[in-house]
């Protein structure tokens, strides 16, 4: 059996780090993914999916510390679907992707109005979100960390209908 997924897409908001009561980091995040196409009419239609994306462990205060509403991500992991119970007592159930692995896409300082993209830099968790653990220091990746990746969508790109992917 396989249950792998990959997508690559946009944070809607800020990623949410909580920590479990045995002090296990997780981060969820929203991430869009968008496809446009011409309809039988001749119309381009953009159509956007939003996906519920878990990290774990030291990926996701990583998550938590350098991506923020708008960053370009990649996400490699497989589909979880849990079942709850609502204050109603009502059955309830939503499907996520438990990361194994996220990569960060954006450029350096591309949320602060440089280049295309959300990446702006390490970010901290508000006081009291840290679950008492110091956050140690991180060093900021230089700009020659990241090569020119292309547009995120293709929405973004002109006369790419040819890529044979």
């Known amino acids: 059996m396989l249950n792998k997924v990959m997508i690559i897409g946009r944070l809607g908001r800020d990623p949410e780090l909580r920590y479990t009561q045995s002090g296990s980091p997780i981060c969820n995040l929203n ?7 011409t309809d039988r009419d001749g119309n381009k239609v953009d159509r956007a999916e939003w996906h519920r994306v878990v990290v774990f462990q030291r990926a996701a205060e990583n998550c938590a510390q350098y991506l923020g509403k708008g960053s370009l991500v990649y996400v490699e992991g497989n589909l ?4 709850w119970q609502d204050q109603q007592g009502q059955d309830r159930y939503t499907t996520e992707i438990r990361a194994q692995r996220v990569q960060f896409l954006d450029r350096r300082g591309a949320a602060d109005g440089g280049e295309q993209g959300g990446y702006a830099g390490p970010k901290r968790a508000p006081a009291g979100q840290s679950g008492g653990r110091p956050q140690p220091q991180r060093q900021q990746p230089r700009q020659d960390d ?20």
């Open 80 to 83: 979880q679907t849990r079942k």
């Open 31 to 37: 991430i869009a993914t968008d496809e446009s196409y």
């Open 146 to 165: 990241y090569e020119d990746l292309g547009p995120a969508f293709p929405s973004e790109a002109s006369g790419m209908d040819d890529v044979p992917f």
